[in-house]
């Protein structure tokens, strides 16, 4: 049996492998190709986990965040592109959907308005970005809901389809 740590701030990797109460040889076995000793310079943040790694940790710690913490905090293109989305419970990132939804269908006419001529004229650009930025609010909502049904599966929260 490893001991446990007493580092204090942990990083999301350690944390969840943590959770699930594994030794860095135990999670090694797990995660079946990253070895103790990259999980230790991962965890220390010596290193940068490769996608794969995180992809394999998600699945292997059962932690939907994982990717998109991973996104949103350690890949270029993800810090620029991807929103930050956390696990919330189901009726709470149901009625962060639905509000996007509702916050958009409102904006309509006024992005039909926008894009008739094809362009951003500088009057038009303040309802735009305002607009935008509730595309965000509606994007981050819909990772929220992924990220959701992610550990629900994880969990046995979701019932398989039949």
Not at 137 to 159: C, T, Y
Request: aromatic share 6%; glycine share 4%.
């Amino acid at each position: 049996m490893g001991k446990k740590s007493t580092k204090e701030n942990k990083n999301v990797y350690q944390l969840s492998r943590e959770a699930l109460e594994l030794t860095r040889d135990a999670a090694s076995e797990v995660l079946e190709f990253i070895s103790p000793e990259r999980i230790e310079k991962i965890e220390s943040g010596k290193t940068i986990p490769h996608p794969d790694e995180v992809l394999a940790m998600e699945e292997g710690y059962k932690n939907p965040e994982l990717c998109n913490y991973y996104c949103t905090h350690e890949c270029p293109i993800g810090m620029q592109y991807v929103p930050e989305a956390k696990l919330k419970d189901f009726s709470q990132v149901t009625i962060d959907i639905i509000a996007a939804v509702n916050s958009l269908v409102e904006e309509k006419d006024r992005l039909i308005g926008i894009a008739v001529d094809g362009r951003v004229n500088d009057f038009e650009r303040k309802d735009f970005d305002a607009i935008l930025k509730k595309l965000d609010n509606a994007e981050r909502s819909i990772q929220g809901m992924k990220i959701w049904i992610k550990h629900a599966a994880a969990s046995g929260k979701l019932d398989e389809a039949k």
